[in-house]
């Protein structure tokens, strides 16, 4: 089965859980790498926006952090270093459900 497959069947399933964002941001990890930047850019917020949802409000996350990195990532893979350090050094965005975590990523973003 290939990974657009599987990011399909969790799409279907009636319980939610990680499993979502982390096959969201493995699928733009992906895209990334065969140089579809823009995918990679909208499957990295899909994902970032799954992690947020089930994030427990007011505490730290580790999947929102982890979306999170993989977006600085692919912001700073497509030359955009100034979004990928804003994105690295802000807290899990999202609803009012979203989690309030760092991630410690600006190193990586030369």
């Known amino acids: 089965m290939e990974l657009?497959?599987?990011?399909?069947?969790t799409e279907s399933a009636k319980m939610k859980s990680p499993v979502?964002?982390?096959t969201h941001a493995a699928l733009a990890r992906a895209e990334?790498?065969?140089g579809h930047a823009a995918r990679a850019t909208?499957?990295?917020l899909q994902a970032g926006d799954r992690a947020a949802r089930l994030a427990?409000?007011?505490e730290p996350s580790y999947w929102s952090g982890y979306c999170l990195l993989?977006?600085?990532e692919i912001e700073s893979a497509a030359g955009r270093t100034e979004e990928a350090r804003?994105?690295?050094q802000s807290p899990a965005q999202g609803s009012d459900r979203s989690a309030r975590i760092a991630v410690p990523v600006a190193v990586l973003i030369a």
């Open 4 to 9: 657009s497959e599987a990011a399909a069947r």
């Open 20 to 22: 979502h964002a982390m």
């Open 32 to 34: 990334q790498a065969i």
């Open 42 to 44: 909208e499957l990295a």
């Open 56 to 58: 427990i409000p007011g």
């Open 70 to 72: 993989v977006r600085a």
């Open 86 to 88: 804003r994105v690295a």
